[in-house]
């Protein structure tokens, strides 16, 4: 088969979620609605924390840092995404489709590492209180934070260099709605293995790192609040934890399948389903896990309330 140089391509044909007109009209529709619904979460629990100081902890410093990011990651995806749906068309520039790509994926290193932080914090709060102050202090907080946005774009770009020295064949065709690189290493005729095994460890560093510290830090909160004689303390420890062990779980889940589970032959066609969980429903779920049974966030907004009415 012939092939040439990736470089020389000017457009990559996506195959989007369904080929049927109908059903892309009304996944347009579901789609939409969601893409509204994420911003107006993520940019109200930002808009939230910024506004009221009881909320400036360092958990919500946390928490807007991982609102930004799924912002910037679903606006990286879904308005493409929804084009599609709307004419049609899965027809993508090279250009775009790399850019696409590597913000996709620095984004999705941010929050993952940002969840971790977010463990580690808690971890701090529930086992070491006389210290948590100190120790996340606003330096800390904003050198943690830099460090997972850093770390994110870093692994994104040499993850995304290697992807683009290879040579790929002339039927540019992806079986996918957006540029992801497992899905575009797919296209190469040349031997990936090299470059295959080092997205899977690059991977396991971002997924499985983070995943680990989570476990430990809640291992050893939960060794903590067994400890515990207030039924209060129990209460609010498994509130704000929860929150955010189930958003863990909801991340970890699909984005583990895709990036280091390897899927040949049919089940490679599954990919594009799994990733709609780490792409949509994720950031659609993130604000709802983080408010509807959140007590700050409820004052917070019943504080808001009181002042626009008066």
């Not at 460090?147 to 993850?159: D, E, K, Q, T």
């Not at 599954?270 to 990733?275: E, G, I, P, Q, R």
Request: net charge positive.
């Amino acid at each position: 088969m012939a092939t040439h140089n990736l470089n020389s391509t000017k457009e990559i044909i996506l195959l989007g979620l369904s080929s049927d007109r109908t059903t892309q009209i009304l996944l347009f529709v579901l789609v939409l609605l969601m893409y509204i619904f994420i911003l107006v979460g993520n940019l109200g629990v930002i808009a939230l924390v910024q506004l009221e100081s009881h909320l400036q902890t360092p958990m919500y410093f946390f928490l807007s840092h991982l609102s930004s990011a799924e912002i910037c990651f679903v606006t990286t995806n879904l308005p493409q995404l929804l084009d599609q749906l709307l004419t049609g068309r899965g027809v993508i520039s090279l250009a775009r489709c790399a850019l696409q790509m590597y913000t996709t994926l620095s984004l999705g290193c941010i929050e993952a590492f940002l969840l971790g932080v977010m463990a580690y914090d808690r971890y701090l709060a529930v086992c070491r209180p006389l210290v948590y102050v100190t120790i996340m202090e606003k330096r800390r907080q904003f050198q943690l934070a830099s460090a997972c946005w850093l770390a994110g774009f870093s692994i994104a770009a040499i993850c995304s260099s290697l992807t683009f020295r290879h040579t790929f064949c002339h039927s540019c065709c992806i079986n996918h709605f957006v540029c992801e690189i497992p899905m575009v290493v797919k296209m190469a005729c040349d031997d990936t293995s090299v470059t295959e095994l080092i997205i899977v460890v690059f991977a396991g560093v971002v997924i499985l790192g983070p995943f680990l510290l989570i476990v430990t830090s809640y291992c050893l909160i939960l060794f903590s609040v067994l400890k515990m004689r207030s039924a209060t303390g129990l209460r609010k420890v498994f509130s704000t934890c929860g929150s955010h062990l189930l958003a863990v779980l909801v991340f970890y889940g699909p984005s583990t399948l895709n990036y280091i589970i390897p899927h040949e032959g049919e089940a490679a066609d599954n990919d594009k389903k799994v990733a709609v969980f780490y792409l949509v429903f994720t950031p659609l779920l993130n604000p709802l896990i983080y408010t509807l049974r959140n007590k700050d966030i409820h004052e917070a907004m019943a504080k808001l309330v009181r002042r626009w009415q008066s």
